[in-house]
């Protein structure tokens, strides 16, 4: 009756490495000085591993170290499989050094442009972080951050709210208006931040601070002149659809502009609102997690332009 069958904890992973190493090098020293160990702890760890397996593997006389058929047999199977889990414990090492970044819920206000997706998608296949984007409703930003149903948001700014953290901030863009083809001023080149108070302007509707409203959908121009707003927008498509209808207005950064052109609308840079408009990676600060962290450096050292929409405080 044949014995027990040997199982894989039985032959271990470092009789394994000095059976491959040692047919590579094809000398016990050598293999020894690689495997910094003794040669009798090699010839020792072969073996054990000819006993686990039931032939012998190695053939070794005073001239010459060779393998047998079945030791060259035995390394050409096992070695793609030891490679593959040398490869597996690297990968590994390099994630728990990054802070272990392997999945994080991400939320968005407005678009999330091809920019921002293909960042992503590098960092997932250059550094094993896989992010899932979920939307956010366009004038509650922190709700979510706050309530723990995401671990992040990128989100207009500013961020005043002492329980959230700014871990990355996008770069600052231009501020555009947004307005029908044929409204009054639709010919003008530019608009001057002044004459923000001969529009009627959207405002986001939500639960989002004062603060973060007014700096969105700001009431007065720089020289104290009300600025008017009669109708509020929950998102951008809505937004766009009552700027088309030439009774309002509504600020918006570059990159919208950029991704959506529409015969029925004009974009006017804002003069006087230039580099006002920013993004930020934010979080809840007593859940600030390596994870978070490493993501905030991974988008640092991607370079990746800022994109979204709505202006920032000037």
């Known amino acids: 009756m044949s014995g027990p069958r040997p199982t894989m904890h039985q032959a271990n992973l470092q009789q394994i490495e000095c059976l491959i190493t040692l047919a590579e090098e094809l000398h016990f020293g050598r293999t020894a000085e690689r495997l910094g160990c003794s040669q009798s702890r090699v010839s020792q760890l072969v073996a054990t591993l000819e006993t686990r397996v039931g032939a012998r593997l190695v053939e070794r006389t005073s001239r010459r170290v060779s393998l047998t058929p079945a030791g060259a047999r035995f390394v050409k199977e096992v070695r793609p499989a030891y490679r593959a889990l040398l490869r597996t414990f690297d990968h590994a090492r390099e994630r728990a050094m990054r802070g272990a970044v392997e999945e994080l819920r991400i939320g968005f206000t407005g678009m999330v442009y091809e920019e921002v997706t293909a960042t992503f998608r590098s960092l ?14 366009l004038g509650s930003p922190f709700t979510a951050v706050l309530d723990g149903e995401v671990d992040a948001a990128i989100a207009e700014l500013p961020v005043h709210e002492p329980e959230l953290t700014v871990g990355f901030r996008f770069p600052p863009q231009d501020q555009f208006v947004v307005l029908s083809a044929d409204h009054p001023v639709a010919e003008r080149e530019t608009i001057d931040v002044e004459e923000l108070a001969e529009l009627d302007l959207l405002h986001r509707t939500g639960n989002a601070p004062d603060y973060w409203k007014a700096a969105r959908t700001p009431s007065v121009t720089p020289s104290g002149v009300p600025i008017l707003s009669t109708a509020g927008i929950t998102t951008i498509q809505q937004g766009m659809a009552l700027a088309a ?12 502009t950029e991704h959506h052109a529409r015969t029925d609308l004009r974009f006017l840079p804002v003069r006087g609102l230039e580099h006002t408009s920013q993004l930020g990676l934010v979080w809840r600060s007593d859940r600030t997690s390596p994870p978070l962290i490493a993501l905030a450096e991974l988008l640092k050292q991607a370079g990746q332009p800022a994109v979204g929409i709505g202006p920032e405080a000037p």
Do not use: E
């Open 124 to 137: 997932h296949d250059q550094h094993g972080v896989a992010v899932h984007t979920t939307d956010l409703p």
């Open 245 to 256: 209808s030439g009774r309002h207005a509504m600020l918006a950064c570059r990159p919208l």
